[in-house]
Nanobody, 117 residues
């Protein structure tokens, strides 16, 4: 049974920081590309940051220089360090594990991030 469990969300003031974690089980984590997505009310889900199975990161322009994705393949965990948070970062953040061979996607349940002005 595949499980992705996000944690670390919360309420923070603008300019503050949060670190999200996503713990994976039931998959061969090191073979998966991992992405952090977010969805704000009334908006489509968007990709915020990703790390390939080799660890190569990529970021949406809106978060470049502020967010950092990292993964620990030994612990099956991916992190999203979010600094200099802005009110527009407010959203539910989801972890996604994508198998590039089977193209299967697995999603976590999401964690709420709220940034107050």
């Amino acid at each position: 049974q595949v499980q992705l469990v996000e944690s670390g969300g919360g309420l923070v003031r603008a300019g503050g920081s949060l670190r999200l974690s996503c713990a994976a089980s039931g998959i061969i984590f090191r073979l998966h590309d991992i992405g952090w997505y977010r969805q704000a009310p009334g908006k489509q889900r968007e990709l915020v940051a990703s790390a390939t199975s080799a660890g190569t990161p990529d970021y949406a322009d809106s978060v470049k220089g502020r967010f950092t994705i990292s993964r620990d393949n030994a612990l099956n965990i991916v992190y999203l360090q979010m600094n200099s948070l802005k009110p527009e970062d407010t959203a539910v953040y989801y972890c996604n594990a994508h198998n590039p061979v089977t193209t299967r996607n697995n999603w976590g349940q999401g964690t709420q991030v709220t940034v107050s002005s």
